[in-house]
């Protein structure tokens, strides 16, 4: 008996004795570098968005004759919240003197280039560039160039819906200065929005996974989940006080706690095995 017992054991299938060891730490490394390079691109790329879209108000106003100085914006305090989510940045633009002196629809293009410009024509260079070279470019530039298009389309969320019936910000000045009511506006932009949107999690996002993570499950469910999470949480939440107004703080709140679960649950990708019941 005692011999058919160590026959048995030696003879275990080999998928059932590598399941049952656990991940070494080798597997655990690359999971933490893949984890640390995708948040150090996360705040970098999400910088060169941010600032593209505070670029685009001030270049707009300089073009127009309103600010002397396009690369003048107002760059705040030296602290570590500024510096790794430039919260306190903005495009230094006289909005008050351009509505005082009978210039609003002026006001009202350099509000849309913030969004328009800076954000939705960066979406659809980087959409349009990953779809025809990420075959040639190389795994880190693909990454970044994704994250690039994220920050993009959900900086474009974070105003068309989210802020569009606002109290105050680039929407409502753009409504303020074309003399129509946000809810007048609200379609005109929110189109665009989710057609990016839709865009990102149905074509690019799969495009992505396939030639950045291959069939590494973890990491494809690392950067779903991490993507619905920049977009839907993130770039969902700015209202969520309620500073923006009534409207806008209920979509915050349906962007982060309705939106995102749903968005992770239809984007990420169940195992063939488990799909069949194999």
């Given amino acids: 008996m005692c011999g058919d017992i160590k026959l048995l054991r030696v003879s275990e299938p080999t998928s059932i ?11 655990h490394g690359q999971a933490a570098r893949f984890a640390l390079l995708t948040s150090l691109a996360l705040l970098a790329t999400h910088a060169v968005a941010f600032f593209l879209h505070e670029y685009s108000h001030a270049v707009a ?7 002397s100085d396009p690369l003048a914006l107002d760059y705040g305090h030296l602290n570590l919240a500024n510096l790794l989510l430039q919260q306190e940045i903005s495009e ?4 008050d003197r351009m509505f005082a002196t009978g210039h609003g629809f002026e006001a009202a293009v350099v509000a849309l280039a913030g969004p328009g410009l800076g954000n939705g024509l960066l979406y659809l260079t980087c959409a349009l560039t990953l779809r025809r070279q990420s075959s040639s470019m190389p ?38 200065g074309l003399g129509i009511s946000p809810w007048a506006l609200f ?16 074509r690019v996002l799969p495009l992505v996974l396939d030639r950045a993570c291959g069939a590494d499950p973890r990491q494809r469910a690392f ?10 949480g993130f770039f969902g939440c700015p209202s969520i006080g309620g500073d923006y107004g009534v409207v806008s703080a209920v979509i915050s709140i349906a962007s982060m706690f309705m939106l995102f679960p749903l968005a992770v649950m ?9 799909r069949t019941g194999g």
């Avoid at 160039?145 to 019936?165: D, E, K, Q």
């Fill in 17 to 27: 004795v590598s399941a049952r060891r656990p991940v070494g730490v080798r597997a």
């Fill in 61 to 67: 106003a300089w073009l127009l004759g309103f600010k």
């Fill in 92 to 95: 230094n633009v006289d909005y």
């Fill in 139 to 176: 795994p880190l530039g693909l990454l970044l160039l994704f994250w690039l298009a994220v920050m993009a389309s959900g900086n474009l969320w974070s105003y068309a819906p989210v802020r569009t019936i606002a109290t105050h910000g680039d929407m409502g000045i753009a409504a303020q």
């Fill in 187 to 202: 379609p005109f932009v929110v189109l665009p929005s989710l057609l990016a949107a839709w865009d990102l999690f149905s």
């Fill in 223 to 232: 950067m779903t989940a991490t993507a619905c999470f920049i977009f839907f």
């Fill in 266 to 274: 239809m984007t990420l990708e169940v195992r063939p095995d488990i």
